[in-house]
């Protein structure tokens, strides 16, 4: 350990000088195992790990993120997976290992953005995990240690330069946190608040009931937004975050956003999807981001005659938008957080249409009575957190 590490260069090559250090003079908490992490590298590694300790620390299950420019592409805990979500996220041929599972959760449910990400894991790194992460691309990894089978897997992604940093599991920071901006420094209390089951005990809607599973799903969405940046709002089915809309001026892009990719996930499920016949010898990333066009509207993008042959060994047909309007129509139980108060009914709307059936927020709008009444409308059990969850 020591008490400063020299980067690269800052968020941009003309950045320089850049470092990482602490300043009361104490060792810093990590070490660098392997290859040379960046300046983005670290806020993603140092974001995504506190990420992955809070949802284990909730949920008491382990827990892994897929960060992508300091912002979740992806977090889950660990769950058994289904056959299809299996196939879906390419990983029925492997062995997984609860941890694993956690990663391939995180991983899967959109893997466009999770494409080169930053790996946050809560538990030691097995081989069932490395052996995952080593066919993926991906730029680095945290975790509070390594097996020393996953650790030389893991050494032998890019060219032996993969990025693979521990951290001390128990380190805690300081309780007051500094930035500076414009040469100017800002200080305020760090982000404490404890995100359980209490802060989801203010149902405000018709329908009360709340299940367990909705619970543990609602506290996943608020613990993932808590480490995104805002605005943001995250949809969570079955233990994994399924879409997240980060960085948008206002909710309802959020909303949109992150609906658009749960209905991606979930469209990744459709029968025409899973029977698509892929051309030998496709590489990976290009398989989904055909499946990502087939989906879409531009789907003759990837259809029209000369270039379906490029990506598939067989003609399909197109997945027409009646087909997909009927197949979200069967998506349920979807929990849905928001890091500030919806501020118009149209964020309801937009949310049941893929699915939603729970929603935690902080409530506190003038307008609160009309997004209460547009869940109501549809049957959905919301509870007001009094909480807001920026994260800047």
């Keep these: 350990m020591s008490n400063e590490l020299t980067l690269k260069y800052g968020c941009n090559p003309n950045q320089k000088p850049s470092r990482i250090f602490m300043q009361d003079g104490s060792d810093l908490p990590i070490e660098v195992l392997n290859g040379k992490p960046g300046y983005i590298n670290f806020l993603d590694a140092f974001n995504s ?201 206002s909710r309802i892009h959020c909303t949109r956003l992150a609906g658009n990719k749960a209905d991606v996930w979930y469209l990744r499920q459709h029968p025409k999807v899973l029977g698509l016949k892929f051309k030998e010898g496709i590489r990976r990333p290009d398989r989904d981001n055909t499946i990502d066009v087939y989906i879409s509207d531009d789907y003759m993008d990837v259809l029209a005659d000369g270039i379906w042959e490029n990506f598939f060994a067989q003609k399909p047909e197109p997945l027409t938008r009646e087909e997909k309007r009927a197949w979200l129509d069967t998506l349920t139980d979807v929990a849905l957080g928001s890091d500030a108060f919806f501020p ?20 506190g709008s003038i307008r609160d009575d009309n997004v209460i009444d547009t869940c109501n409308k549809y049957g959905i059990a919301m509870a007001f957190t009094g909480m807001r969850l920026f994260h800047h």
């Design 49 to 249: 790990w506190q990420l992955v300790k809070e949802l284990k620390a909730a949920v008491g299950l382990p827990a892994a993120a897929s960060f992508k420019h300091v912002s979740p592409a992806g977090a889950a805990v660990a769950c058994e997976l289904s056959d299809t979500l299996k196939k879906i996220y390419f990983v029925d041929d492997l062995t997984l290992s609860p941890l694993a599972s956690a990663y391939a959760m995180a991983r899967g449910a959109d893997r466009m953005s999770s494409y080169g990400d930053w790996i946050a894991l809560s538990d030691i790194c097995d081989r069932e995990t490395a052996t995952l992460i080593a066919r993926e691309v991906s730029d680095g990894i945290i975790a509070p240690g390594y097996t020393e089978e996953a650790l030389a897997i893991l050494k032998s992604k890019r060219k032996g330069g993969y990025n693979i940093v521990s951290i001390q599991p128990d380190y805690r920071p300081a309780p007051v946190e500094h930035k500076d901006v414009f040469g100017i420094t800002f200080e305020q209390g760090r982000n404490e608040i404890l995100i359980d089951n209490d802060m989801l005990s203010n149902v405000i809607t018709e329908n009360r009931e709340i299940p367990e599973s909705a619970k543990r799903d609602l506290m996943i969405s608020l613990i993932t937004l808590k480490y995104t940046q805002s605005n943001s709002v995250c949809y969570v089915k079955g233990g994994q975050v399924i879409g997240v809309g980060a960085g948008q001026q």
């Design 344 to 363: 118009f009914g149209d964020n309801i709307e937009r949310a049941h249409k893929s699915g939603v059936n729970y929603i935690a927020q902080p409530g």
